[in-house]
């Protein structure tokens, strides 16, 4: 067992530590999320950082750094105050990555990648027609993290388009049926397969005071 | 493909909806935090919500509901600044979901399910013994979520204890070989498998400017 400290992070080459610590929170969720400028412009990104807030409303979180380029998704985000979130099948990951390059503002990632745009009248931005659940989201506030220059931007589910027969009799879906992957570090794609689900103790209660 | 909207979600079942929403965001990580109180009194709770921030400085972020009762890992972070982040591995998926039910405040989790404390010279909270990557936190800003009654916490790894073996020449942490697990819904424990690693394509750009 190997102890690292403050101070061991701190002097390790840039590229090992963004291996090291971008695994170090374990298996994160794979998402394509998709905006549009109000000019017309689609943009589509790969994100791991989408992570449930709440079911009542249903909320979710995820983070951007406004300082990369290019910052499209939340420039778009914060314009047109609609974006979509598409799980990663498994057999999208390789063209899920690639929006991990740097295209240029003004160019569809949609068009670059070969993935096709889908939209409905509930949502303006577009969804990723290839993808098998799609949340469709309306912005719903930010708030800065100073103390790292990150953004978290929460946003409620107004639309959810799923195939019915991957949810079950008490609402959970079959993630594994969808071929969902997780992402670990910066470029790692894994299949979960399941190894039991398991009574949650406090649900009765839960379903007056957890979200 | 079913569609469903606002008003769908909110006529549902809590119960459903507690778990199709909780669902819906993908697959989440899952770690056991650990916190103690001032007068001494370890806790011990499954969280899904862990998740990266950034690399440098190492920053984690993850979600607390304090209505939820016992809001003990949130009182005692705030109090004491220090927690643990375990990755919960394959074996201890049983014991770990346990700290889903609701013990009273004074007492142990540790103790209730059958797991050990482990203390170093540089944290104050507990880690899992049992666990095999360990993450020592030191808090550094909490931020609250007003429109969903959630509060993220943010804090920096000041310790990290790792078996050397799992971590990569390139610093990339093989989360399968530690048998770390991911959570998807409330209650659903899998095990993933590696498809493939792909090229990162703004990796030499990222090592100036992502985190």
């Known amino acids: ?117 889908e939209y409905t009248d509930s949502v303006y931005a577009p969804y990723v027609k290839e993808c098998t659940i799609k949340l469709g989201m309306a912005y719903r506030d930010h708030y800065p993290v100073p103390v790292n220059g990150t953004v978290l931007i929460v946003g409620e589910i107004v639309e959810l388009k799923i195939p019915k027969n991957l949810i079950g009799t008490d609402g959970h879906i079959d993630l594994n049926e969808a071929e969902t992957v997780t992402i670990s570090g910066l470029d790692a794609y894994h299949r979960p397969k399941i190894i039991h689900r398991l009574e949650y103790a406090t649900l009765k209660e839960a379903s007056a005071n957890k979200s």
Request: neutral net charge; proline residues 7%.
């Open 1 to 117: 067992m190997e102890s690292l400290y403050s101070k061991d992070i701190e002097k390790m080459d840039p590229v090992y530590r963004l291996h090291l610590i971008n695994s170090v929170t374990g298996f994160k969720s794979a998402n394509l999320i998709g905006s549009k400028s109000n000019d017309g412009i689609p943009n589509l990104a790969v994100f791991s950082s989408v992570t449930h807030l709440g079911s009542n409303p249903p909320m979710v979180g995820f983070f951007v750094r406004p300082g990369d380029s290019p910052p499209d998704t939340y420039r778009n985000i914060l314009e047109t105050k609609s974006y979509t979130i598409n799980h990663i099948p498994a057999n999208l990951t390789s063209k899920a990555h690639q929006t991990s390059a740097t295209y240029s503002f003004h160019h569809s990632e949609f068009e670059k990648i070969g993935l096709n745009e």
